[in-house]
């Protein structure tokens, strides 16, 4: 009975915890992911010159995404899109020809998906909801997709099982996560990296400086939760799909690089293939 009662204990302890992170996170991510770029370019609305001006900008900042989120799978096919942002990888997924779902813990992020459908006259849905807690069926999707959501949603094991359920045989998975052992990692935080390197990624979780040197809101504050992964790490995640490609992107060099005047096109090619702050993976059931 004594074991039993701490086992409830814990579990109601871990529900907690769970609970704050997600009410935390459906208010910071509510700024919609991209709203800083869309500063950047001076973007002041939603109208579609502005959102076509953004995703212009965004495919360019990010030159690689369509190349590992295969687009011309989806045509036909039916596809979920975990955590939307400023929704131009979903809108690309509906023009494909996919039968269209997106699902956000916020509420600005469905707003902004549901606001391109409908000034598109374009098919899909968006709803508001966690993959933590998924209200679609076992086997109901060809495709998952989710481009930097999991790291912030406090259980990657679970959004990773659930991936999975939701699932038909022979789905793909298109996911991507933030890269432990990145070139920022090691410039930034050597030691803390040094000793995840050496089997101790500690308990106590992103510090809120790694946390802001990824994501922050208009004020200056950090995403409230981050964590960080090796592909040692996630291949053990991913056992039970039959197939995983994984791959490193994304490099701005955080403190060094810059300062010598090497072109960004070139870093990608180079230093973020083998150092990238992120780690994308094609993974088939």
């Not at 996919?98 to 600005?108: K, N, Q, R, V």
């Not at 090691?186 to 790694?210: C, D, I, V």
Request: hydrophobic residues 40%; positive net charge; glycine residues 10%.
């Amino acid at each position: 009975m004594i074991k039993s009662a701490v086992v409830n204990l814990a579990e109601k302890m871990e529900k907690r915890v769970q609970h704050t992170i997600d009410a935390r996170n459906a208010q910071f991510w509510t700024e919609l992911c991209g709203s800083s770029l869309a500063r950047q370019l001076g973007i002041r609305d939603h109208s579609l010159e502005s959102l076509r001006r953004f995703d212009e900008a965004y495919l360019g900042f990010y030159p690689y995404l369509l190349e590992e989120v295969p687009l011309h799978r989806f045509s036909g096919r039916k596809v979920l899109e975990i955590g939307l942002g400023y929704g131009t990888l979903g809108q690309k997924i509906v023009e494909q020809g996919a039968e269209y779902a997106g699902l956000d813990i916020s509420e600005g992020p469905v707003r902004m998906m549901k606001h391109r459908l409908a000034l598109q006259n374009l098919p899909g849905a968006a709803l508001r909801g966690s993959i933590l807690q998924s209200p679609f069926a076992d086997g109901e999707f060809d495709a998952v997709v989710s481009i930097g959501c999991f790291h912030h949603t406090g259980s990657v094991e679970t959004c990773i099982r659930e991936t999975f359920r939701l699932l038909k045989p022979g789905g793909m998975a298109c996911l991507m996560l933030y890269n432990r052992f990145s070139l920022r990692q090691w410039l930034k935080w050597p030691l803390r990296t040094l000793s995840a390197l050496a089997g101790n990624p500690g308990k106590a979780g992103a510090s809120e400086a790694q946390r802001g040197s990824y994501d922050v809101d208009a004020s200056g504050k950090a995403a409230p939760e981050t964590t960080f992964h090796s592909i040692r790490e996630l291949g053990h995640l991913l056992a039970p799909f039959s197939s995983v490609r994984f791959s490193k992107r994304n490099c701005d060099g955080i403190s060094l690089v810059p300062r010598l005047g090497i072109p960004r096109e070139y870093l990608l090619s180079s230093v973020g293939r083998l150092m990238g702050l992120d780690i994308y993976i094609q993974a088939v059931k």
